[in-house]
């Protein structure tokens, strides 16, 4: 294999974020999904990089929409990180890379009341070596900032890291550091040919 270590970022490449679905759990089938949608995730950006205090904007965003909704706002910020759809796939490779001793990490942007859900949660992370979530630092991808923090908290050489993420941005900002990497599109296979598994 090429690299030592394999990063994985969590969101559509652990577990599917389909913000439309998961709105769809909580509020209810007359509802105006397309105004809670741009309400509910006006500014996410802020929650991930831990620069928005999660529940201050729950309120914010109850106080936004229909009065009578505020209820489903609620449960919508409680329960949201129950219905990420986990891929099967990459729960497998992530056992076959543990199976042959080679170290995987998380590198996620995710609010901070997420990142403390998922690990009570979801014990396969667990596997990890090392878990860096942004809202909790105060910092995102594509911020170097953070893919410095991963590498210096968890003792990892760029260049002997394969990075896995949904966007762009993000594999590029590693890249400019010195780790390579792949805009995951759902597809292993090419992951596994990328890296040499």
């Known amino acids: 294999m090429k690299y030592k270590n394999i990063v994985f970022d969590f969101g559509n490449v652990i577990g599917k974020f389909n913000g ?5 759990q909580f509020f209810p089938e007359d509802a105006d999904l397309d105004l809670i949608f741009s309400t509910v995730f006006r500014n996410w950006t802020g929650l991930d990089a831990g ?18 909704l505020s209820g489903y706002v609620d449960a919508f910020f409680h329960g949201w990180p129950g219905h990420l759809t986990l891929l ?5 490779f992530i056992d076959e890379l543990k199976e042959r001793q080679i170290p995987v990490y998380l590198l996620s942007n995710a609010p901070a009341y997420f990142a ?3 690990l009570e949660h979801h014990s396969f992370l667990k596997k990890f070596n090392g878990i860096v979530f942004s809202g909790p630092l105060k910092m995102a991808k594509p911020d170097p900032e953070i893919y410095r923090y991963l590498f210096e908290s968890c003792h990892l050489e760029p260049n002997e890291c394969f990075f896995i993420d949904d ?18 599109t759902g597809d292993i296979e090419k992951v596994k040919d990328a890296i040499g598994f």
Request: net charge negative.
């Open 116 to 118: 403390d859900w998922v």
């Open 20 to 24: 439309k679905y998961m709105l769809e």
């Open 88 to 92: 099967d796939d990459t729960l497998n």
């Open 167 to 184: 966007l762009e941005a993000n594999i590029n900002a590693g890249r400019a550091l010195g780790m390579d990497g792949l805009v995951f």
């Open 51 to 68: 620069t928005v205090d999660y529940w201050e904007y729950a309120k914010e965003t109850a106080a936004l929409l229909p009065a009578d």
